[in-house]
């Protein structure tokens, strides 16, 4: 979405309301709150960081760790970047370990057809495919997360809703600002691994600990 010098949503700008499944114009007064909220930053604690870690993951490895809500880039000599993710919502957390095998810029969104009817039950009709760009819940990248040689249907993607990274909002993808997920997106090939640890610590006996 566009702002203008003054940090105020511009006019003559339709969005997309996910909740409503609707098309909406940023000059309603009522948009145009919304908007500015989702732009609001997540809390300081969830800011890009280098840190020290204690693992026996290698240097490159990703850990996402759904209880803390942070993703960890494992570098050399115990170090690592550590960033703020948002995580699946109560019900949707899972853990294991999977791998990229994608990756996109600008992403599409094509929504899985259990979101659909999920949402359609709930009454709001979802696109069945909407292009990427600042409005497209995926954000400004895409790590597409593999099991098996299998789409999991599970990604780690920016977001156009800032303000939900540190919260349990999502359908279980990884949520980063995206300029964190820009930052990762440029670090990893495809074929990096990916380590889940789940809302209640499924699957991380030993895995890593943050020495600040």
């Not at 908007?35 to 870690?53: G, M, S, T």
């Not at 292009?131 to 497209?136: I, K």
């Amino acid at each position: 979405m566009a702002l203008s010098s003054t940090g105020a949503v511009m006019a003559q700008e339709r969005v997309y309301n996910y909740a409503s499944g609707t098309w909406e114009s940023a000059d309603n007064p009522r948009v145009m709150q919304r908007l500015i909220k989702q732009q609001r930053r997540p809390d300081a604690r969830f800011n890009r960081a280098e840190v020290r870690i204690e693992t026996r993951e290698r240097p490159g490895t990703i850990i996402v760790d759904s209880r803390s809500r942070y993703l960890y880039l494992v570098g050399a000599n115990g170090r690592a970047t550590r960033y703020g993710v948002g995580v699946g919502k109560e019900g949707f957390g899972w853990s294991g370990a999977m791998s990229v095998q994608r990756k996109a810029e600008w992403p599409s969104w094509v929504p899985p057809k259990e979101m659909v009817a999920r949402e359609r039950r709930k009454g709001h009709i979802l696109p069945a495919r909407m292009e990427g760009g600042p409005n497209n819940p995926l954000g400004a990248r895409a790590l597409y997360l593999y099991r098996d040689g299998r789409d999991s249907l599970f990604r780690i993607h920016g977001t156009n809703q800032p303000w939900t990274i540190g919260k349990r909002l999502s359908s279980g993808c990884i949520r980063m600002m995206n300029e964190d997920v820009a930052d990762l997106y440029a670090r990893v090939p495809r074929g990096t691994k990916v380590v889940v640890i789940g809302p209640e610590g499924q699957g991380g006996r030993g895995v890593y600990r943050d020495l600040g």
